[in-house]
């Protein structure tokens, strides 16, 4: 399956490592995403604050907190009222300490395990980010 390019779309990613960071930032800007990137997860919080982000990409581990703290500010802090439609994929490689079910509660939209292909994670952030799904949750 060819996926279409995107572009015009700005992923915040936020995984664990800042080897993993740099290889997701540069196959997502490959890709056609605008990629802003964040070394822990109130650097997250403050570039959701200060930019028109489009998809959160974050670890359920993270430096500082854990995907979870993330999740529930955004959806629950009324400082970030305006950015609660963002949507948000946990991309982990920790399935066994963070299993879909418990990523689930968090009320991200998306959930991908880390393996050698980016193909997945790449679909899971056309999907929500497809202009028919933004303005679905405007």
């Known amino acids: 399956t060819r996926l279409r390019t995107v572009t015009g779309v700005q992923t915040c990613a ?8 740099k290889l997701l930032s540069i196959y997502l800007s490959r890709t056609g995403y605008n990629v802003v990137t964040a070394t ?3 650097d997250c919080l403050a570039k959701l604050r200060h930019h028109s982000i489009d998809a959160v990409v ?7 907190a854990s995907g979870e703290h993330v999740c529930r500010v955004l959806r629950h802090d009324d400082g970030f009222a ?16 963070f299993p879909i079910e418990v ?20 679909r899971a952030l056309v999907r929500l980010t497809s202009q ?7």
């Open 14 to 21: 936020l995984p664990i490592s800042p080897d993993a960071l």
């Open 40 to 42: 822990s997860a109130e």
């Open 58 to 64: 974050l670890d359920a581990k993270l430096q500082g």
């Open 82 to 97: 305006h950015r609660r439609h963002v949507p948000v994929i946990i991309y982990t490689a920790y399935p066994e300490e």
């Open 103 to 122: 990523c689930s509660r968090w009320q991200a939209d998306e959930y991908v395990e880390k393996s050698g292909d980016l193909l997945p994670l790449v």
């Open 132 to 138: 028919d799904n933004r303005l679905a949750i405007s």
